[in-house]
């Protein structure tokens, strides 16, 4: 059966997976995938394949089922959203739960070792699909092979045939037909074979990884080695006293008021934001690493040792907390002045996910060892990603641009122009006419005029509705100011 499903998984993807946009192709076929791995569990495999493994596989958990439907989930926003770098983002973080749902390690570096196996996995995985490919086709005339060709054959035939007459017969019919069918060209062909190829190989590896994953459990066990209390010691310590002092100047910037920097610095309050951003973000992502290298090595044996600990870690991780508050204020003076961007919107969801971590190492120092903390980061991370799909992030700066023009008269129509299909809802809220039919068109014209249904996608279908004819010198408009 596993065979069976997986074939048929693979010639849906091939049939329905648009590579070009996002679309609800690729939740069909995530579904078709999940729905073929899961039929490989419950049905067992017939005499004719070689079993995947030797021994059974491990049982189904909540917590598998939960990352796998993270997973769908995520394919799922190319649906709904039309904007390609945040689907992007989305498949990207997919193959991490994809991963995640059926590795067996709990820590960081047990899921980063399963992450590294996968392509292992996928040789391993095609190895045993052609075992059972050859021994389908070598059974003689009898044989399951011989007889699932014919069947596909008789199939194909008797769509042929009674298909033609019906969409000769009924013009109604024949707009249907033409709108579910594919347009079958040498270069699609191709493209079927290549896709169907891809998915198969892709789809045994996680068959593979299902039935057989990888103990990597043992990794959770292990510590780094031990370095001397003074060895570690100090030179946090001393990090900490950096922190604090810049931490008590920060404490001035941000009850000071844009005042107190225009004195002081004798830049706008919109310049020192924009000037120390990046750095503090980045300060911010080192100092998760700290964390991580001080938990792995240092001593933990006696009772002084876990204390000195706790209040080390505790109190460097609370000063980060206060960079990252400030670095969240920064971005939001420079947004007020000079609007938001996917660039500064990314960065300041990701800061906000660095602000969640440091907590969650607040809390696992209560007890020092967390187990739990690597997975519970990915999993905030995949719901602050599923959440920033849901509000809409170039709807958002859209939005965000629309009020700003409302204040200050003033609008960026070269970048707002650029914005996805999902931004259109907010642009039609524009008070000025001309330039909403102008960014509603520019956003329109670079749309497909015709998509086939696995394409359709609910942003760029809204966008459609909200289409205008471009007004005259639209183009000069778009980039005057």
């Known amino acids: 059966m596993t065979i069976y499903t997986l074939l048929a998984a693979s010639v849906v993807a091939a049939l329905t997976l648009p590579l070009d946009r996002a679309g609800v192709g690729w939740l069909v076929t995530v579904s078709a995938g999940v729905t073929a791995l899961v039929a490989a569990r419950i049905f067992p495999e017939p005499d004719a394949v070689p079993p995947l493994v030797r021994r059974p596989a491990p049982a189904v958990s909540r917590t598998r089922v939960a990352w796998a439907a993270a997973t769908v989930a995520l394919f799922a926003v190319g649906t709904f959203r039309a904007a390609d770098w945040l689907f992007v983002l989305c498949l990207m973080t997919a193959s991490v739960t994809g991963v995640v749902a059926v590795s067996t390690g709990r820590s960081m570096r047990a899921v980063t070792a399963s992450y590294v196996i996968v392509p292992v996995a996928a040789l391993r995985g095609l190895s045993w699909l052609l075992r059972g490919l050859a021994r389908l086709g070598s059974r003689g005339p009898n044989g399951s092979g011989v007889r699932i060709a014919a069947t596909v054959a008789v199939s194909i035939a008797l769509l042929t045939v009674f298909g033609s007459l019906f969409v000769s017969a009924d013009a109604a019919f024949a707009r249907v037909f033409d709108a579910l069918t594919p347009e079958i060209r040498v270069d699609t062909v191709f493209r079927w074979v290549f896709l169907t190829a891809v998915t198969f ?281």
């Open 201 to 481: 190989v892709l789809l045994g590896a996680a068959a593979f990884l299902r039935a057989a994953p990888p103990d990597v459990s043992r990794l959770d066990r292990t510590e780094g080695r031990k370095v001397r209390r003074a060895e570690w010691a100090v030179p946090l310590g001393l990090l900490t006293l950096l922190f604090a002092a810049f931490v008590a100047v920060q404490l001035t910037v941000l009850f000071g008021g844009s005042r107190h920097v225009v004195q002081t610095e004798g830049l706008t309050y919109a310049e020192y934001a924009r000037s120390g951003f990046w750095q503090l973000c980045i300060v911010t992502g080192l100092t998760l690493v700290v964390l991580a290298g001080a938990a792995r090595w240092a001593p933990r044996g006696e009772a002084r040792d876990r204390t000195l600990l706790r209040i080390v870690l505790g109190t460097l991780a609370t000063l980060t907390l206060v960079i990252v508050a400030s670095a969240l204020h920064r971005m939001n003076v420079y947004t007020d002045t000079y609007g938001l961007t996917r660039l500064r919107l990314l960065v300041a969801c990701c800061e906000v996910w660095f602000g969640f971590v440091l907590v969650l190492v607040l809390v696992a120092g209560i007890r020092i060892r967390a187990p739990w903390l690597p997975r519970v980061a990915i999993a905030a991370g995949v719901l602050a990603l599923l959440g920033l799909a849901g509000a809409n992030p170039d709807g958002l700066i859209a939005e965000n641009h629309v009020q700003r023009y409302e204040r200050t008269q003033r609008i960026d129509m070269a970048y707002l122009s650029g914005l996805s299909a999902d931004a259109a809802p907010a642009i039609s809220g524009l008070d000025d006419a001309d330039r909403q039919d102008c960014l509603l068109w520019a956003i329109g014209d670079r749309m497909p005029s015709d998509e086939a249904w696995w394409e359709w996608n609910l942003g760029r279908q809204t966008a459609r509705d909200l289409a205008v004819n471009p007004p005259a010198d639209c183009a000069d408009e778009i980039y005057r100011d």
